[in-house]
């Protein structure tokens, strides 16, 4: 798949499950990515950052078969040699990940998103050649471990409208804040928590789901 025809399916994501098994409720990954692919989930991110590179890349490569068997958007965290390695459709990047054009120069073709705490690091993240920006975290997380600064669903409204590239907010969000920051104007929602915790993650990401069309049409 090229990059823009990626593009144009990232632009239809609405809820953005990311993994972490830790905080499953004692589910693997694998159940987790086969109940968001029965939510109706149209992208998944695969983020484990306990697991040896070689035990993550094994996984990978079954999120990559079950994902591409549903048309689901698979994008792998941190690592841009394993997306490659199992032909993912995308990498997301932290501030301390590969730099961003190194990325680009070595995966012309997969998605890349980058995360940004500030307006500097989404202009910047831009102009590396991100196709889409996380900002966050909104609200307090047990996802982020050292994070001293809360951006608040205000900053969305801040940062998103001096950006070109699509957007994603993330950070402690759940269906109790989600109108926070669909009000600001979110429309992808990254969430670990919220989905993985839930005691139904198929119908949690249903749920979500409806929250964040219902809010679009509005």
């Known amino acids: 798949m090229t990059r823009e025809a990626r593009i144009r399916l990232f632009q239809q994501v609405d809820i953005y499950p990311v993994t972490c098994e830790e905080l499953s409720q004692g589910r693997s990954n694998l159940e987790v990515l086969e109940a968001v692919i029965q939510g109706g989930a149209r992208i998944v991110q695969l983020r484990e950052k306990e697991y040896s590179k070689k035990d993550l890349y094994h996984l990978a490569l079954i999120f990559r078969e079950m994902t591409a068997k549903a048309g689901v958007l698979l994008i792998i965290n941190d690592h841009v040699d394993i997306a490659l390695g199992v032909e993912a459709d995308g990498v997301h990047l932290g501030q301390e990940d590969l730099p961003l054009t190194v990325a680009r120069q070595l995966a012309p073709e997969l998605l890349i998103g980058a995360s940004t705490h500030f307006l500097e690091d989404a202009l910047q993240a831009q102009r590396d050649g991100a196709d889409y920006v996380n900002i966050g975290p909104i609200f307090p997380t047990r996802t982020k471990e050292g994070v001293e600064r809360v951006l608040g669903p205000e900053a969305i409204a801040k940062i998103s409208p001096h950006v070109e590239v699509d957007f994603t907010v993330m950070g402690g ?18 969430m670990v928590t919220a989905i993985t915790r839930a005691a139904d993650i198929a119908a949690k990401v ?11 049409s509005t």
Do not use: M, T
């Not at 249903?206 to 679009?216: C, G, H, N, P, W």
């Open 173 to 190: 969000i759940n269906e109790a804040n989600i109108d926070q920051v669909l009000a600001q104007g979110a429309r992808r929602v990254a």
């Open 206 to 216: 249903r749920s979500l789901k409806e929250k964040i069309v219902e809010f679009s």
